[in-house]
T-cell receptor, first 116, second 116 residues
Framework: GAVVSQHPSWVICKSGTSVKIECRSL??????MFWYRQFPKQSLMLMAT?????????EQGVEKDKFLINHASLTLSTLTVTSAHPEDSSFYIC????????????FGPGTRLTVT | AQTVTQSQPEMSVQEAETVTLSCTYD???????LFWYKQPPSRQMILVIR??????QNATENRFSVNFQKAAKSFSLKISDSQLGDTAMYFC?????????????FGKGTKLTVNP
């Protein structure tokens, strides 16, 4: 089956610094990747959709200058949290899909971000 | 905008028994997909079952089946012969099939505990 990985699985950073999270599709080409945020005991909230080679489309209320998304290849998308603050502490999950099966999203294992 | 409602924040069931999780959704569109995802303590999202709105037949995957009532906009999940490994958060999700709109909208989730 299709596998999506995320790195790192857990990261702790100091307030004011930036942190990059990688999302990779290991055995398929992902034309579209999605980034979600999940607070404790809450649901997944879509942050942005990225298509390979294009600028990401952000959901309403998500600061595009704070959450930088790059989808430079068909197997890699990155989310950079810039000038992180404690309120950015959350669980970040990516998913990926191919062009021909938009109804099949494959999820990564998630990244726990803690900002101190 | 599409919305997904899960009215049961928590449920519990005895091992080997049957449990039904409820989900309703709101949309004015006619072509869409509905999903149930499982999120165990590991936080990895796992697809349980998928239903295409144009199919009248209810989807089934082993011990998991759905009751899809399109007119009522209801999409419940039945888990038969519950197992301890079914303990997890369960999210109902909706996806439009229109080009460029294939993003998932999640409900708030139901925490299911299977008791020995």
């Amino acid at each position: 089956g299709a596998v999506v990985s995320q790195h790192p699985s857990w990261v702790i950073c100091k307030s004011g610094t930036s942190v990059k999270i990688e999302c990779r599709s290991l055995d398929f080409q992902a034309t579209t990747m999605f980034w979600y945020r999940q607070f404790p005991k809450q649901s997944l909230m879509l942050m942005a959709t990225s298509n390979e080679g294009s600028k990401a489309t952000y959901e309403q209320g998500v600061e595009k200058d704070k959450f930088l998304i790059n989808h430079a290849s068909l197997t890699l998308s990155t989310l950079t949290v810039t000038s992180a603050h404690p309120e950015d502490s959350s669980f970040y999950i990516c998913s990926a899909r191919t062009h021909d099966k938009p109804y099949e999203q494959y999820f990564g294992p998630g990244t726990r971000l803690t900002v101190t | 905008a599409q919305t997904v409602t899960q009215s049961q924040p928590e449920m519990s069931v005895q091992e080997a028994e049957t449990v039904t999780l409820s989900c309703t959704y709101d949309t004015s569109e006619n072509n869409y997909y509905l999903f149930w995802y499982k999120q165990p303590p590991s936080r990895q999202m796992i697809l349980v079952i998928r239903q295409e709105a144009y199919k009248q037949q209810n989807a089934t995957e082993n011990r998991f089946s759905v009751n899809f009532q399109k007119a009522a906009k209801s999409f419940s999940l039945k888990i038969s012969d519950s197992q301890l490994g079914d303990t997890a958060m369960y999210f109902c999700a909706f996806m439009l099939t229109q080009g460029g709109s294939e993003k998932l909208v999640f409900g708030k989730g139901t925490k299911l505990t299977v008791n020995p």
